[in-house]
């Protein structure tokens, strides 16, 4: 898979095959349920940067990106080149009323997300994987690259999540 040229997504470092990227996509709940599980609530709120998230900050922005992408590779399969929204992702995790003791509700709200969208992407054809669709701010988008920018995403903030539970 050739790397994306599209400055605003993240590139996988090793060669995953999409079997691969699909399995990544869907172990990521169970990561995440890892990560966090267990966590006193000092730490999970605990910013150990002032300006940067908490761990608990980071679990929700990792909600909202799971669920705000699952919408995004819907109107990519579904829609022909759709146009779609960026949001303001400091702004969400900001507003958020989001406490510690909603994570298990979280955690069955991303993976069941999570499940749907690997059923919806295990299906497609190669035609399929190469759909594209417009972004607000990165412009365009194909399918395949978005998937792999997701994966990368996703490992960037659970590493964030324990590195700031362990500080």
């Given at each position: 898979?050739?790397?994306?040229?599209?400055?605003?997504?993240?590139?996988?470092?090793?060669?995953?095959?999409?079997?691969?990227?699909?399995?990544?996509?869907?172990?990521?709940?169970a990561?995440l349920?890892e990560?966090?599980?267990?966590?006193?609530?000092?730490?999970?709120?605990?910013?150990?940067?002032?300006?940067?998230?908490?761990?608990?900050?980071?679990?929700?922005?990792?909600?909202?990106?799971?669920?705000?992408?699952?919408?995004?590779?819907?109107?990519?399969?579904?829609?022909?080149?759709?146009?779609?929204?960026?949001?303001?992702?400091?702004?969400?995790?900001?507003?958020?009323?989001?406490?510690?003791?909603?994570?298990?509700?979280?955690?069955?709200?991303?993976?069941?997300?999570?499940?749907?969208?690997?059923?919806?992407?295990?299906?497609?054809?190669?035609?399929?994987?190469?759909?594209?669709?417009?972004?607000?701010?990165a412009?365009?988008?194909v399918?395949?690259?978005?998937?792999?920018?997701?994966?990368?995403?996703?490992?960037?903030?659970?590493?964030?999540?324990?590195?700031?539970?362990?500080?």
């Open positions: 898979m050739a790397a994306t040229s599209n400055p605003y997504l993240y590139v996988l470092k090793e060669p995953l095959g999409r079997a691969e990227v699909l399995a990544e996509l869907a172990g990521m709940p990561r349920r990560a966090v599980g267990g966590a006193p609530e000092a730490a999970l709120v605990r910013r150990s940067v002032p300006d940067e998230w908490s761990a608990f900050q980071t679990f929700c922005h990792v909600r909202d990106a799971t669920l705000t992408y699952a919408a995004r590779f819907r109107w990519i399969v579904f829609n022909d080149n759709p146009l779609m929204p960026d949001y303001d992702e400091n702004n969400w995790v900001e507003a958020s009323k989001d406490t510690p003791a909603d994570g298990p509700e979280v955690l069955d709200q991303i993976a069941a997300s999570r499940a749907d969208l690997v059923r919806v992407l295990s299906r497609l054809d190669e035609e399929g994987w190469q759909r594209t669709g417009s972004h607000e701010v412009g365009s988008i399918l395949e690259h978005y998937a792999r920018h997701q994966v990368v995403h996703e490992r960037m903030h659970l590493r964030q999540i324990k590195e700031t539970l362990a500080s």
